[in-house]
């Protein structure tokens, strides 16, 4: 076992049991990083109360029994109670070779796994993706990343939008320039454009308004004429999200869209079986469903609108059939909607709908990964001059031209320096989200995020830069480099420590679905490779001291290498 709370807290418990008896074997050893040793264990404190003893007599006879074990130098009680532990060199030093014998690098695989769903990015067909759909998109795909590489069974869903009442106006719009011109349109990407025609003609011509009404009825009865034009409009959008999911390096393929229109067909029998299990009930010719709870500022219960007066569906039946589907289909155990915090109480109302049906039951979770935004300067919602969202392409082309000339001095190669530009302002925009909790709003500011110092993007690519070079320079291969690993100098032992918390990292992101908890894990490393670099030479060093030396910054490359990669960021070979 390489996770160093782990195995402290298995130490822990059996010290307790041993002191208080069998009951105790599973008491939360509360385990956490120490300012004044490796790690310190609040267990005694927890647990005073409840035996109705002080908490230093509880953790006196503990730590003594910690002691004894070969895997702790020192076990000492300090305060009112709390048992502060320091691991002994020669135990970090063994796991670390564990370590790096290890294919997984000491990532256990989950037990036991599930079935999860993970709902992010939000694409809408006939629209672009703009700066707003950047967070949902990169922390979802991160998060799917971590819970697959963990062993679970990860579905990733992106809910598109291709169905719906504003398609009665994108298909006549279609009809009235021409299907090549429509064609040509979209292929250029100008998305947005086309979209807002479609939108001024429905707005301000009240013929063309009407036939799109009757053209969503058309599409709802799947007339072959309309459901053509429908797919043009399908196909040209998947074509563009495929563009810009590659730059973006988001894994999300075809495969993974969950688009509205493969729940149409469901949607009347999910209507069906709320109505017959006394669940949706009728209201103003609506069928609707009240989960209980839910109130607006009159003090009225708010509906979930599962089918209009009119006989149409919106997007609450849509949500209700994606949930039943999920769970009742696809055996999904955990299913995680990353989306904006404004869908925070539509999103509670489906969980209760799911409970109330009996679709969402124990040990089956929902969840909402709530997504917080990226604004300007002064906190205010990225727009352009004009008062439009900017587009997520906008947004990456300006990131790549600002990584251009942050390392245009450094290449000679047009070629070389625009594939590392590249990389490195996608980089750059991508961790610079991933490393704030998700839940929170944080200003664009690209100087910050192109910073080759401090928690970015750019200081962990150069981290991998700079350790390749150290075996370049060596003539050596990293994937050879072998131990034994020694932690014979203080930076050495932080270093070798740090990277034994690679598997609790990726435990902790998977929990909560929180990747900045990965990116500080990886910052912090980092930052421990530069202290142990700046003190420790390795190339210089000899005998049995440079080989562990090779053997902690080989560990350390691929530690991070994989790292960058389950958070989508790339990492170029040098910098």
Not at 330 to 338: F, K, P
Request: aromatic letters at 8%; hydrophobic letters at 45%; a negative charge.
């Amino acid at each position: 076992m390489t996770d160093p709370e782990a195995a402290l807290g298995g130490l822990v418990q059996h010290a307790l049991a041993a002191e208080l008896g069998a009951e105790f074997a599973a008491a939360d050893p509360l385990i956490r990083q120490s300012g004044f040793a490796d790690y310190q264990s609040n267990a005694a404190m927890s647990l005073a109360r409840q035996l109705g003893r002080a908490p230093r007599d509880i953790a006196a006879p503990v730590a003594a029994r910690l002691a004894d074990d070969a895997a702790v130098a020192s076990a000492e009680v300090s305060g009112p109670g709390f048992i502060n532990i320091t691991l002994s060199d020669d135990w970090i030093a063994r796991q670390s070779g564990a370590q790096l014998a290890d294919p997984r690098l000491g990532v256990a695989a989950a037990e036991p796994a599930q079935r999860i769903v993970v709902d992010y990015s939000g694409p809408n067909v006939a629209k672009e993706l703009h700066a707003g759909h950047l967070r949902a998109t990169v922390v979802g795909d991160a998060i799917a990343r971590v819970l697959a590489y963990l062993g679970h069974d990860v579905i990733k869903a992106a809910h598109l939008g291709d169905w719906g009442t504003p398609f009665g106006m994108l298909i006549e719009h279609a009809i009235d320039i021409g299907e090549q011109e429509t064609y040509d349109e979209l292929a250029s990407g100008e998305f947005t454009a086309y979209y807002q025609a479609a939108r001024a003609k429905f707005d301000g011509d009240p013929i063309f308004a009407d036939r799109s009404r009757k053209r969503v009825v058309q599409l709802q009865a799947g007339e072959p004429d309309t459901m053509r034009l429908w797919q043009l409009l399908v196909d040209d959008s998947m074509e563009y999200l495929r563009t810009i999911y590659a730059r973006l390096n988001v894994t999300l393929t075809d495969a993974d869209m969950a688009p509205e229109s493969f729940y149409n067909p469901m949607l009347g029998d999910v209507c069906d079986e709320l109505e017959s299990k006394g669940i949706a009930v009728m209201s103003d010719g609506a069928l609707c469903a009240f989960p209980p709870g839910f109130a607006g500022r009159d003090g009225k219960p708010v509906p979930l609108m599962l089918r209009k007066s009119d006989g149409g569906y919106g997007y609450d039946s849509t949500d209700a059939a994606a949930i039943r589907y999920r769970l009742t289909q696809l055996g999904a155990t955990r299913i995680i909607y990353v989306v904006g915090s404004e869908q925070h109480q539509h999103l509670q109302m489906i969980f209760e709908l799911a409970r109330q049906a009996g679709w969402l039951v124990p040990p089956a979770t929902a969840e909402h990964a709530v997504i917080g935004l990226m604004t300007g300067p002064g906190g205010q919602r990225l727009r352009t001059r004009s008062g439009e969202q900017v587009k997520l392409a906008s947004l990456m082309d300006e990131a790549v031209e600002r990584a251009a000339s942050v390392i245009a001095d450094r290449y000679d190669d047009p070629a070389e320096r625009s594939q590392i530009a590249a990389a490195v302002g996608i980089g750059a925009l991508k961790y610079g989200d991933l490393s704030v909790a998700r839940d929170s709003a944080y200003v664009l500011d690209f100087d910050r995020l192109l910073a080759l110092t401090g928690n970015t993007g750019p200081y962990l690519q150069y981290a991998t830069a700079r350790i390749r070079s150290i075996f370049v320079r060596g003539g050596l291969d990293p994937a050879a480099a072998s131990g034994p690993i020694a932690a014979g100098t203080a930076a050495e032992r932080a270093l070798a420590l740090q990277l034994l918390g690679f598997g609790r990292a990726l435990d902790d992101v998977a929990a909560a679905a929180e990747p900045h908890k990965l990116a500080s894990f990886l910052f912090e490393l980092a930052s421990a490779f530069t202290t142990f670099y700046e003190q420790c030479p390795v190339l210089t060093a000899e005998g049995e001291t440079r080989q562990s030396r090779l053997a902690l910054s080989a560990l350390t490359l691929r530690v991070l290498v994989t790292g960058l990669e389950l958070l989508g960021i790339p990492v170029p070979e040098r910098m």
